[in-house]
């Protein structure tokens, strides 16, 4: 099997996996309140990893392996990204930042209270404080509000 289906099946199974825990899936996205949305091209600051660890993103701790990208927001929040998705997500500017690719994807503010479980981490949300994003079929995550509106635009 390829790497890539094996990709869609992870996040097949982790689709089930919200669906069943927090009513999150694409079809949770067909509700009129969901709107398109794309990263706004404002730099980002990042540093590749040497070591596997963890790291303490604001909805939780989320693990890494050597190798992949910390990411630095806007607030000074560190996430964790593969280098395959740093390379789809973002242009690399070569000097520590990268340029987030312009994207179309599907958000909405989350109804309720709940965790999301992804492929690298349980990501927690708050009803009216989260925005849900799907960034492709069974691939969602989650942004606090005040941080969706400084780095995706509508």
Request: charged share 25%; net charge negative.
């Amino acid at each position: 099997m390829s790497h890539k289906q094996d990709q869609i099946n992870l996040f097949e199974a982790y689709q089930q996996i919200n669906e069943a825990s927090t009513g999150v899936n694409d079809e949770w996205f067909n509700d009129p309140s969901t709107f398109k949305t794309y990263k706004k091209a404002n730099p980002i600051r990042y540093e590749k990893t040497t070591n596997s660890g963890s790291v303490q993103t604001l909805e939780g701790p989320v693990n890494y392996i050597a190798g992949h990208y910390i990411i630095t927001g806007p607030k000074g929040e560190k996430y964790p990204v593969s280098p395959d998705k740093f390379n789809t997500l973002y242009d690399d500017n070569g000097d520590g930042t990268a340029t987030p690719k312009k994207i179309i994807k599907q958000a909405r503010l989350a109804d309720h209270n709940g965790t999301l479980h992804t492929s690298w981490g349980d990501l927690a949300y708050e009803k009216d404080k989260h925005y849900i994003v799907k960034h492709g079929p069974g691939d969602y995550g989650s942004v606090q509000s005040d941080i969706f509106g400084q780095t995706y635009s509508k």
